[in-house]
């Protein structure tokens, strides 16, 4: 009996940080590492475009830094499909015929369109508006049963699913069949990390003074933690609301480590912030090492990497293109 698909990806938009770690990465090697489904894991350099535009010279070099990061954490290409979203037409093709049926006071309505549009007033592109689109092309075009996700991609994930059910009831397939499978949600226990300068804020990789990236140099990590803001008080206690600081550190340290924060609030009991902070600064430094080492050695075999991402787009293309053959039959583009 073959395994489930699940099917995730992040964007090449530069140096990885522990929310990105925490959030996504360190789960996908969790889910491969599980046995129970056939996973796909893309790096979405279309996706990137949108927000973060650069030189093909830089944009290139995301794109090997990524697949750096995905084998140094952990992600194995025998194990895992591990693929380039560009290198894949399909992808495209299935997002046009997407947005030929998406309403667009579907996309409106999306939080996230709505928080970026605010905060660029001009020049908002449109593919920040239609990104939820490939973001559903992404997904069913693998069959995926499954989709890692947190809360903040609830939305999407459910348009994704209208999507691919409006699309079976426009145009069912051979004998009236369904041509796409409507993803289900895999939430996994991911810790909200936020910047370590203003705790009420996610961690963003746009103000690195306030972000731990994961190939950050131990005397790096040192400096930010001690920098990183705190509560009144000194009990190192998880209260997100009234201590936001030293949650969003414990929060970490747990995510890290593998132990419950109630285990860590007992640990530190008595023990004021600077004692908690010297250790987070050991598990973080000791926590990374071996991925900085790795992925270190990786970027000096440029060859490899790109091998690894060629053979791993030509596995995805081929599921890819039997999908979107489907699809052109079924709207009436193949003769």
Not at 150 to 178: C, I, M, V, Y
Not at 183 to 201: A, E, I, Y
Not at 207 to 212: D, F, G, I, K, V
Request: with cysteine; net charge positive.
């Amino acid at each position: 009996m073959s395994k489930p698909i699940l099917v995730s990806g992040i964007q090449t938009s530069g140096r990885l940080h522990i929310g990105n770690y925490l959030g996504a990465l360190k789960n996908f090697v969790d889910l491969q590492k599980s046995g129970k489904y056939q996973c796909y894991f893309f790096l979405a350099d279309l996706h990137s475009l949108t927000e973060y535009p650069a030189s093909a010279k830089e944009q290139q070099k995301r794109v090997l830094e990524l697949a750096a990061d995905y084998l140094a954490a952990g992600l194995d290409p025998k194990k895992s499909v591990i693929y380039q979203q560009s290198q894949i037409p399909a992808h495209s093709e299935l997002a046009w015929i997407l947005n030929t049926i998406t309403p667009l006071g579907e996309l409106e309505r999306m939080t996230q369109y709505k928080d970026k549009a605010a905060r660029q007033s001009e020049g908002v592109n449109t593919g920040i508006l239609t990104y939820p689109v490939l973001m559903a092309a992404d997904i069913i075009l693998y069959d995926a049963k499954f989709v890692p996700v947190g809360n903040d991609q609830d939305q999407h994930l459910e348009l994704t699913r209208t999507l691919a059910r409006k699309f079976n009831g426009k145009f069912p397939g051979r004998a009236g069949g369904k041509t796409f499978v409507e993803p289900q949600p895999l939430h996994t226990p991911t810790p909200r990390v936020m910047s370590l300068k203003d705790p009420t804020k996610k961690m963003s990789k746009s103000q690195p003074e306030t972000c731990l990236f994961l190939d950050d140099s131990p005397a790096d990590i040192e400096a930010k933690i001690k920098g990183a803001t705190t509560d009144s008080g000194s009990e190192v206690r998880f209260d997100p609301q009234n201590k936001p600081g030293i949650s969003n550190l414990l929060g970490i340290y747990a995510g890290l480590s593998g132990r419950s924060v109630e285990k860590l609030e007992k640990e530190f009991a008595g023990q004021n912030y600077g004692a908690f902070k010297r250790a987070l600064i050991g598990v973080v430094t000791e926590s990374l090492a071996p991925y900085r080492a790795k992925k270190a050695a990786l970027l000096k075999k440029p060859t490899l990497l790109r091998t690894t991402l060629r053979q791993g787009s030509g596995r995805a293309a081929k599921v890819a293109s039997r999908k979107i053959a489907l699809v052109k039959k079924a709207v009436g583009l193949m003769l």
